[in-house]
């Protein structure tokens, strides 16, 4: 990990034998949180059911759930200017409390393969830095990792432009949508 001031800084980086568009499309929908990742201790909770909107913004887009926030993968911020590359909190339930902000990259290295680069960081001070430390690296990390696992798995298993050929988009993939 990365210490930037206040900031903690986790780094994780691997190859995923996925195409990069269907990375970023996973990260385009926020209602798949507690479906794959029902296990989960950050990711499990909340409704199954909502309203997703667009919002586009002057470097990208914002794909959010209507009706609730702050309780799972809400929301992620899409920046779309010389690169793409994808923002959004995670609530942690326990330890100090707040959000984990994870920024995540795909750089395409082939058809089927990405360079898959997640940055997870939290603003901290003092105790609660020192606190947040010890447990992520104690808890928390794995946690991570499982999910992380979770979508590599099920975005391998489907390859590129294949995937789509059966698919019935609905109002839950408005980011996937925007994203193309």
């Known amino acids: 990990d990365l210490g930037l001031g206040s ?3 986790h780094r994780w980086e691997g190859e995923w034998k996925a195409n990069w568009m269907l990375i970023l499309e996973n990260l385009a929908d926020p209602m798949h949180g507690p479906f794959l990742h029902g ?3 950050t990711l499990s ?3 199954l ?5 667009t919002t586009r913004t002057a470097d990208g ?3 959010e759930r209507e009706g609730q926030r702050g309780v799972n993968f809400d929301w992620s911020e899409f920046y779309c200017r010389d690169s793409i590359w994808v923002r959004l909190d995670i609530p942690l339930p326990f330890g100090p409390k ?3 902000r994870i920024l995540c990259f795909a750089t395409p290295i082939d058809e089927n393969a990405t360079l898959v680069y997640f940055l997870r960081y939290r603003e901290l001070s003092g105790l609660k830095r020192a606190y947040w430390r010890v447990l992520y690296r104690t808890f928390w990390e794995k946690q991570h990792f499982k999910v992380i696992e979770q979508d590599r798995i099920i975005l391998e298993s ?3 432009a294949q995937s789509r050929v059966a698919e ?4 839950s993939d408005r980011g996937v949508t925007e994203l193309r």
């Open 7 to 9: 900031r903690r800084v």
């Open 39 to 41: 296990q989960s201790l």
């Open 45 to 47: 909770r909340g409704a």
């Open 49 to 53: 059911e909502d309203d997703m909107r």
């Open 61 to 63: 887009f914002l794909v």
């Open 98 to 100: 707040g959000v984990l």
């Open 158 to 160: 489907q390859r590129g």
């Open 168 to 171: 019935h988009l609905s109002n």
